[in-house]
């Protein structure tokens, strides 16, 4: 079920009605039978992977407990078992993860036969939040769930089921009978929903028609038109994904449960760095936690480590070992996106900038110093978000054409050639959408951008409109209403008056 | 300390639940009730029948009638054939008024229907029932969507299940309708398909379009299919269903007092074969059971695609000829045997009919198109000599060409009156004085019919409008006065005020009948309208007939002129051997003509017109 | 020791101040790279061995957590 359908918006009503009118315990219950119907809706059969994942990821949990209690008791002589649990947990899980999603491309490679499942909804998201619970359970940071019921609400709720953030099961799961519900939460949380919901209806589906239009027909359109049409998918993309995940934490929120943030403004990244910092937040810190960190203390690296202090000179040399596992925690996100080669190089662009600008991090301060730019000055600053931008925005060619060669192609044609008559000559027109749709997504970038602005410098949008009155608060909650509910009462097909004539 | 919020969450919440239930719930029934797309509600706010007729006819005609019942004492029912019945000869023959209540679809269920409302409802004094075959081949179709529901009182479904259908129709439909307002445009389109006046087609396009060559003709998109007519064979399953019904029909009238004409609309011979032989006596044998009526099923026009706007429906004109045959119009043409009378308990069979051959209903009528003559001296492709000119009229008489004008082509084409063996038109354009001093002398010798189109600014001048500028000099009005009483001249219309001149008028010029560049269409309309109302006033009814100025048309142009009255158009290009039809007035629109001048020798001018 | 430390992280991260920050972690100050490298070196430096359980912010909030981290495990 999408979340931007009348179907979602009835199921939500009944669920505040139950979750509000039953006693404040009871109010997991609602939550566990809606996420289930939530996902059921998606189709039956692929719940019972959901239920496969909670079910090993909980028992591991309990597993990994007691084990961990025993340790506590008679020392660490079940390190082996642990281990064991965990990769076997690991294993079986992955391994679905990989059949679903990445078998068919890998037996296209090998010329095996393919199994063309059917991908569950949210499988990379749930599995990943199943994932680190277990984890967090081996190193004794979580203490196991005892009920399985709650647990299976944790992997299955399903404001995150769909497209994260991924939760960690200490900071959602005590929310569970503990939410704090109030009033404010309930509006704050249909604000933010309503937010989420202009930026998805009006600005990404918009965006995505040139989107889709250019990539669909690469042929037809040169170099200007493909970045046009890369730059529309960053803009359909972010308020896309960004718009969702507002949805997301806004229907948790109007149940008193706070969600992560999984966005933080990525277009005022100054660094590659800083952009995983702050677009999809979640999947970095989980890399973060349960990749990065122990593989950086991992004992090969330890050696590698020692091999690099010992054989490279000054700072080069400390920064391998890092470098290395930087590189792999990005390989690991492109392959995280999908099995496609396309996905793997991006992973791997991703990687050796990251890798480049740790090891040249010294090159970079000094050159600063010998420029004399000023490291806190504004033209640096603008120099950092548009080199930021700009790599982003070519990597993006690599996340949205068809194949990878196909993507080196647009590439390298908008450079060589651009066709920059296609820009004043119509063809703007031709994808379907009107000058006031252009209109529409404008002026939307324009307002979700000063909106960003303002909150980037510290301004709590909502907290200031909180202190309006009446009448300025009702504006606020009619034009997203009513764009809201236009859209989804003119969405649909027209009775075309022109064509039921042709048929007499 | 924390300043106080203005209003509190609780507050913030209710407005929102109480916005959003007024949204949801009374946005969507609000805005289809102000727009009615489908004329369920009767339309008050747009009152934009025609848009509404195009989407559910059966629904949006009836809404229309309860409020408009005054206006019509008569109706015609039947399935999207019967627009090609037309109105306005039908309340001339019977002194009534009537309003088109056709629709989409054929099935007798409906006809029956509808007839039963109108008859109870108004008890009106003439009723048309417009049958074809495919009356009998689907009996009812239980659809109940919004394109095809019938209005409550009709049908007898509950008025609650009806509006709330239409109060919770998707809102798309009703935004497409304001859409199109707004872009809404003269002439007719795909979204408004209806006259609202008449409850028929609006064919002020269709009607508009110049028919001539039938070569020419099939080589139009439209007609396309003629030349590759589809095949089927259907059967008729339901003759007794569809006979009982009109059976019930004509009881139910002759208890309100209601005459009633029963009709088998004209069919394309190739579509009437989709229709075994004995499917088709079956049928008509089995109507004369129940009631007399005329079919025109088969006639010689069901042969010849140009009587058709498509592969299943016949003209207008096709209908004025069956009402001309039904209340015996003899100054109305017809090909004969147009149609028979059938006898209640007659066993009349399928229709048998034979095509006319061609020559026998079309005629090659070239025009010529002179411009100045002069008495000698400089010549050119508009200017011929007087010498020059004497000598094209010598070569036409012993060629056996007789001159013709307008009238006659008209008198052909509408009342069947016969054309001379080898007929000319000759025309003349923009009035000059050359045409009366020296042509109109030789005519007159000859004995010869001519065409003088005038241009309404310059009749009597020889100056450009009030700028001073001297021009050739034109004939004055009771000059022409002078050439229309000999007879043979018909003084016609080149425009009042469409010759504009680059330098002269003010910019941007206006190029012939054409809209200027930017003009808006409304205003354009207006002006090109009263352009032609001066042009009557002016020559009177001779103005019917228009040269384009310059040559310069276009589809608004046509159709402007002949909304304001134009019946006959000819063009400076195209080819000049023009195929008059009878029975197609369109026939006279957009003719070509042969342009002569000083520099054309008579062996030229014959041998261009003769073929 | 202190004096070590501070070099360790000067090196680092020459531009924070390490003396007087108590939030190097919860501000984002120092960064998961950051740490790493900062933890490597320390092992190397001090000769402890510390885990990734060790990687919480009360350890690495400030100099003076660090000591106490490296304190506890010599």
Known sequence: ?504 | MKERKKLSSARWLVIFFVTLVLLAALFVPVFNLAVDPYGAFGDRLFGWWSYDFTLNPRLAKISYLKQNADKYDSFIVGSSGSSSIPVADLNEYLGANFFNCMFYGTETATFEQTANYLLTTYRPKNLVLNLSLMTAHTYSVDEKDLTNSAHPDVSGESAFAFYLRYLFASPADSLAKVKYRISDGYLQTPYKVFNQQTGAYDKSRRDAEPIGDLGDYLSRDAYAVFKDYPKANYSLYHVREAVEAVARIKAKAEQTGTRLFVLCQPTYKENLDYFSKDDQAAFFNALAEVTDYWDFTLTPASYDPRYFYDSTHSRGVVGKMELAVMFGDDSVYRPEPFGRYVEQGSAPGAPECDPLPEEEYTATVPIICYHQIVKDGETNASTATEATFESHMKALSESGFTPVSIYDLKAYVENGADLPEKPVLITFDDGYLGNYEIAFPILKEYGFKATIFAIGVSVGKDTYKDTGKAITPHFTLEQAEEMKNSGLITVASHGYDVHEVEGLDAEPVREGMLARRGEKEADYVSFLTADAQKMFSLLGEDAGFVSYPSGKYDERARVILREAGVFATVTTSGDPMNKVVRGLPQSLYDMGRFVVGGDTTAEELISGIER | MREKLIEILKDCCPDVDFETETSLIDDGILESLDIVTIVTDIMHTFGVTLSVDDLLPENFNSVDDMLRLIGSKL
């Open chain 1, 1 to 504: 079920m999408s979340f931007f359908t009348l179907q979602f918006a009835a199921l939500l009503a009944a669920a505040l009605i139950f979750y509000y009118a039953l006693p404040k315990k009871c109010g997991w219950v609602v939550l566990l039978a809606v996420s289930l119907a939530f996902y059921a809706w998606g189709g039956v059969k692929t719940i019972f992977y959901l239920l496969f994942t909670a079910g090993t990821t909980y028992a591991s949990g309990l597993i990994l407990g007691r084990f961990n209690r025993r340790d506590a008791d008679e020392g660490k002589v079940r390190a082996a078992r642990k281990k064991l649990t965990v990769a076997a947990c690991v294993l079986l899980n992955f391994s679905v993860l990989f059949a679903v999603k990445y078998w068919d491309q890998a037996a296209g490679l090998f010329s095996l036969p393919r199994l063309s499942l059917v991908l569950p909804l949210g499988l990379s998201f749930y599995t990943f939040a199943s994932i680190g619970y277990v984890i967090d359970c081996y190193r004794g940071k979580q203490s196991p769930e005892k009920n399985p019921l709650k647990y299976l609400l944790f992997v299955s709720f399903f404001p995150t089921v769909v497209q994260g953030p991924i939760s960690r099961f200490g900071q959602l799961a005590p929310q569970f009978t503990a939410a704090e519900r109030s009033a404010d939460n309930v509006k704050r949380g249909l604000q933010t929903a309503m937010w989420g919901c202009l930026k998805k209806l009006i600005v990404a589906n918009r965006a995505a028609v040139v989107a889709d239009a250019v990539f669909a027909n690469p042929e037809n359109y040169g170099g200007a038109f493909y970045a046009i049409g890369v730059l529309f998918y960053c803009i359909q993309l972010y308020c896309d994904f960004s718009g969702g995940i507002d949805v997301a934490r806004g229907v948790a929120l109007t149940f008193g449960i706070d969600l992560t943030e999984n966005f933080k403004r990525p277009i005022f990244a100054v660094s590659l760095a800083d952009y995983w910092r702050r677009w999809h937040i979640t999947l970095g810190t989980w890399m973060r936690d349960y990749v990065f960190y122990p593989l950086s203390f991992s004992r090969p690296m330890g050696a590698i480590s020692r091999f690099a202090r010992k054989h490279v000179k000054g700072k080069a040399g400390k920064v391998i070992p890092t470098a290395a596992a930087t590189f792999v925690v990005y390989l690991l996100i492109g392959i995280w996106h999908g099995s496609s080669l396309k996905y793997i190089f991006f992973g791997l662009y991703n990687g050796a900038i990251m890798t480049a600008s740790v090891l040249l991090a010294g090159v970079y301060s000094s050159t600063r110093n010998k420029l004399k730019i000023n490291e806190k000055g504004a033209p640096l600053h603008f120099f950092r978000l548009v080199r930021t931008m700009a790599i982003v925005f070519v990597g993006r060619y690599f996340t949205r054409a068809p194949r990878l060669l196909a993507a080196f192609a647009m590439l390298g044609r908008t450079f060589t050639h651009p066709c920059l008559y296609q820009l004043t000559d119509g063809t703007a027109l031709t994808f379907g959408l009107t000058a006031f749709d252009f209109a529409v997504i404008a002026a939307g970038v324009a307002v979700i951008l000063a909106v960003e602005f303002f909150e980037e410098r510290g301004a709590k949008i909502l907290d200031a409109l909180d202190r309006k009155g009446a009448l300025v608060q009702f504006v606020f909650i009619l034009i997203p209403l009513a764009i809201i509910t236009a859209q989804a009462a003119f969405g649909g097909d027209a009775i075309d008056a022109s064509s039921i004539y042709r048929q007499f």
